[in-house]
């Protein structure tokens, strides 16, 4: 069973600074490979949104709301992800879900989807 656990959301004023991390994992350490990682967000009565991905090997690729603000990266050795969110705004709201595309060992020909449980980002003015 794929485990995709966010952590290190909170409250902060606008201006600051928060980093979220995110842990892919399986028993027995049967993931084969991780192709994109990523974050969304979502908040209330609206679509989530994307806000960064990366991909093994390529660059990233971020919503234009956060560029230059928001730093995704990647530990692909140990299957984790980040997100390096500076110059918070309000509008920068939400709740922030980490994003998995997986392959197992047990069926490395097929890239399954996994979301995270989200975590709560609330930034004040």
């Known amino acids: 069973q794929v485990q995709v656990v966010e952590s290190g959301g909170g409250l902060v004023q606008a201006g600051g600074s928060l980093r979220l991390s995110c842990a892919a994992s399986?028993?027995?350490?049967?993931?084969?490979?991780?192709?994109?990682m990523g974050w969304y967000r979502q908040v209330p009565g609206k679509q989530r949104e994307l806000v960064a991905i990366?991909?093994?090997?390529?660059?990233?690729h971020y919503a234009d709301s956060v560029k230059g603000r928001f730093t995704i990266s990647r530990d692909n050795a140990k299957n984790l992800v980040y997100l390096q969110m500076n110059s918070l705004k309000p509008e920068d709201t939400g709740v922030y879900y980490c994003?998995?595309?997986?392959?197992?060992?047990?069926?490395?020909?097929?890239?399954?989807?996994?979301w995270g449980q989200g975590t709560q980002v609330t930034v004040s003015s």
């Open positions: 994003n998995a595309h997986i392959r197992l060992r047990s069926n490395f020909a097929q890239e399954d989807e996994y």
């Open positions: 399986a028993a027995s350490g049967s993931i084969f490979s991780i192709n994109t």
């Open positions: 990366k991909k093994t090997a390529e660059s990233a």
